[in-house]
């Protein structure tokens, strides 16, 4: 962003807040963070409840921004300062806020960054199924798991119809966490049968259920 068009946005508070809610959005409209339905009910000032679910929920929630309790401008100066490679020892100089404050927050810039992508790729996210499928040529004996000369691919679809397929050596629970973690964004939820390699993911940031 050149610096005259950050300038104009922290010239106020309202300026600086109306444009990090408009970032939280999909095209500037609002949508449940939990179904992602697009069809919220304004209940009172910046609340909203889902028609859908009936989520209750604000602009904010449930992003990492609002984890600490920094004003609209001063979180626009963290995030160019970071964005410049400053130093959280510095941008606190700047900012004037504290450095533990400032390095918190740069932290989650970082951990926020990590969420959406990793090296670059874009995550799925919100309702996800995962499940794992085998090839290979007709043989006789144990068909699906365990079945001798078969491939195994653990794929993972998101309703929206992205797709990640992967050929893996086995579907253990370290190989199937292992994928879902570098293609799934946490906090979603994932949706699998009730193979016991997939238990394992309710204990590292997802919703799991396994009734598929």
């Known amino acids: 962003m050149r610096l005259d068009a950050f300038a104009s946005l922290i ?3 309202k300026s600086a807040s109306w444009f990090i809610v408009k970032a939280c959005w999909k095209k500037g409209r609002r949508f449940c963070p939990r ?26 929630t449930g ?17 160019k300062l ?5 130093s959280a020892l510095k941008a606190s100089q700047q900012t004037g806020l504290s450095y533990p404050t400032v390095l918190r ?5 970082r951990e926020s960054i990590t969420a ?14 995962a499940d794992e499928s085998y090839f290979g040529g007709r043989r006789k004996g144990k068909r699906g798991r365990g079945a001798a000369g078969k491939v ?9 119809g992205k797709v990640s397929a992967h050929v893996v050596p086995n ?6 966490l292992g994928l879902t973690v570098k293609k799934v964004r946490r906090g979603s939820i994932v949706y699998t049968d009730k193979f016991r390699s997939y238990d394992s993911l309710m204990f590292c940031g997802y919703r799991h259920l396994g009734n598929l």
Not at 63 to 79: E, G, N, V
Not at 82 to 86: A, I, Q
Not at 105 to 109: K, P, R
Not at 152 to 160: N, T
């Open 11 to 13: 010239k106020s508070e």
């Open 35 to 60: 179904c992602e339905d697009r069809r919220p009910s304004s209940i009172r000032r910046e609340k909203y409840r889902c028609r859908g679910c009936g989520y209750e929920f604000a602009d904010l």
């Open 63 to 79: 992003r990492y921004i609002a984890r600490h309790r920094i004003p609209a401008k001063d979180w626009l100066w963290i995030i």
């Open 82 to 86: 970071f964005e410049l490679e400053v």
């Open 105 to 109: 927050a740069f932290g989650t810039i």
């Open 116 to 129: 959406v992508s990793v090296d670059g790729e874009l995550l799925l996210r919100g309702e996800v199924e």
């Open 152 to 160: 195994p691919v653990f794929g993972i679809l998101e309703p929206a």
């Open 171 to 176: 579907v253990s629970a370290q190989t199937v």
